[in-house]
């Protein structure tokens, strides 16, 4: 068995293949893209928090070791050196700077893992790569001359000291670069519509909670409860509260346009910025299962469960709610890697 990427889904993953009783670097493999531990929180910039405190931002198995600041909810930095030990932790032998270029299918019911470090033939596949190296930036008429960035480029507010920044997006990024970008620029905050705002006491444990019951409901053949979405999009970690009491979380209807200096609002005025921050989300890493065809018209792959519909032999985690309720989350991948090892 080979899985594709050793972030927190694919260690996830190994766990459960682990205390199955397969034996990592024999009865299966993990092979990752990047050259050192952490996944995409390796990536991403330092003072990101996650959304829920440490007891519930756990892989299976061990818990994360508290973060006592900032309200319990740890930074990037403490997930990575989490994530690093629990790989060691495991022994889950990851391979790492392994680019996996294609998946093929092969005689006898296997399938042909190929990468810039050789060749895998394997019963069975799953797909962890995750959604960071696909930043995604709407199209909009005109350009813009000054400088642009997304989420996945941002890493500290003071590279915008003194700037006017636009930042457009209505989710946790935007809302959490927001209220550093802030304390030190003029901004200006665009969304497709109002944000909403959960209530202080809701992080990511509830969230993932109503996530997992709306799945479970959907599953049974009953109604749709909403979901999450009925509570609202951003969770109130402290510096969003912070920015919340300096009256900086307004936002704006989109612009109509890029202009040299900025953007042309739908009214016909112009705003001028030095910089704009792209806060608009990530697609799934896919490109490496296209060769099997299995795609769908909205450009994800059909699955029930984690298994793809179009190919048996293949498992997705760590995508999204079509791969597992909240299973881009660090709880939530745990939960789903377990039912796609107990399907296995």
Excluded at 8 to 22: E, I, M, N, V
Aim: glycine residues 12%.
């Amino acid at each position: 068995m080979v899985v594709i990427g050793g972030g927190q889904a694919g260690l996830a993953t190994g766990f459960y293949l682990r205390r199955s009783g397969l034996v990592p670097g024999a009865d299966f493999v993990i092979v990752d893209a990047a050259e050192q531990p952490g996944g995409a929180w390796a990536r991403m910039w330092p003072t990101l928090r996650t959304f829920s405190p440490t007891q519930y931002s756990s892989l299976p198995g061990w818990m994360m070791p508290p973060w006592t600041g900032d309200s319990g909810y740890p930074p990037a930095a403490h997930v990575v050196d989490y994530l690093t030990r629990y790989e060691q932790r495991y022994n889950l032998a990851v391979r790492r700077s392994v680019s996996v270029r294609s998946v093929t299918r092969g005689d006898g019911g296997l399938l042909h893992v190929h990468s810039d470090r050789g060749e895998w033939t394997a019963d069975q596949v799953v797909s962890a790569t995750g959604t960071w190296s696909r930043p995604f930036i709407p199209t909009y008429p005109g350009r813009f001359s000054g400088r642009q960035l997304h989420t996945a480029d941002y890493r500290q507010a003071s590279d915008f000291a003194g700037d006017r920044v636009l930042i457009v997006g209505g989710g946790n990024s935007a809302a959490q670069i927001l209220a550093e970008v802030s304390t030190v620029a003029e901004t200006t905050w665009v969304t497709l519509r109002p944000p909403r705002f959960l209530p202080d006491e809701v992080d990511g444990r509830a969230l993932f909670e109503i996530a997992t019951a709306r799945h479970r409901a959907r599953q049974a053949g009953g109604p749709d409860t909403g979901g999450v979405g009925g509570l609202g999009d951003i969770v109130m970690v402290e510096s969003v509260r912070e920015a919340r009491d300096r009256d900086v979380l307004q936002a704006r209807e989109p612009f109509a346009r890029l202009v040299d200096h900025g953007v042309r609002w739908r009214d016909g005025s112009e705003s001028s910025f030095d910089a704009i921050i792209w806060c608009t989300g990530f697609r799934p890493a896919l490109g490496h299962l296209r060769t099997l065809g299995l795609r769908g018209h909205d450009g994800l792959v059909p699955t029930d469960g984690t298994q793809a519909v179009k190919e048996s032999r293949l498992h997705l985690i760590g995508y999204g709610d079509w791969t597992g309720p909240a299973s881009a989350t660090l709880i939530g991948a745990g939960r789903t890697a377990r039912e796609l090892v107990t399907h296995l």
